[in-house]
């Protein structure tokens, strides 16, 4: 939460709440996931039950591979994020934070919301599981139609969007 003020001089200051509001927020004493998410972190490694295959998606956070499950040879989205780009205790937060997220929604049986389905944490990464969309994101659905859909199809996604934002609230 970050708050304007006017300090003597009459310039703005902004005051930043560093309350962690259930998140620490200092790696030195943050919690760590399995912490926060008991009923999902695996104390084992990710590769004893899935086989790495190929990569999604990489961004400045993460990189997303697709992922088999070794027993049942389904798919799964492979989030991992190296603790090395971690530093700053935002990040960590915003980390956190999504995976509590998609805990409770989860927990919680909400519709069109992706499922997190287990989550690794070693020295060196956190690893998400998630269920795997082979459809792409629909930014990527959008472009390919142009950016444009009949009015029902939008419709449509706005109901699902607006049904997973309903049980955020």
Not at 103 to 111: F, G, I, Q
Request: hydrophobic share 35%.
């Amino acid at each position: 939460i970050e708050e304007a003020r006017l300090n003597a001089a009459g310039k703005t200051s902004r005051k930043v709440d560093t309350s962690d509001h259930g998140i620490l927020t200092s790696t030195a004493n943050r919690k760590s996931l399995s912490e926060l998410l008991p009923d999902l972190c695996s104390s084992g490694k990710w590769q004893d039950a899935y086989k790495d295959q190929s990569l999604l998606a990489k961004g400045g956070f993460a990189t997303v591979y697709i992922a088999t499950h070794k027993g049942t040879s389904e798919f799964v989205a492979m989030k991992t994020v190296s603790k090395a780009h971690m530093k700053d205790p935002q990040m960590w937060r915003t980390l956190e934070n999504e995976s509590k997220v998609l805990y409770t929604l989860n927990k919680s049986r909400v519709p069109h919301v992706v499922e997190l389905l287990q989550v690794y944490e070693t020295p060196k990464q956190v690893v998400m599981l998630l269920e795997y969309m082979g459809g792409g994101n629909l930014h990527q659905y959008l472009k390919k139609k142009g950016f444009s859909l009949p009015e029902e199809q939008a419709q449509g996604f706005m109901y699902q969007v607006t049904t997973a934002l309903h049980h955020c609230h």
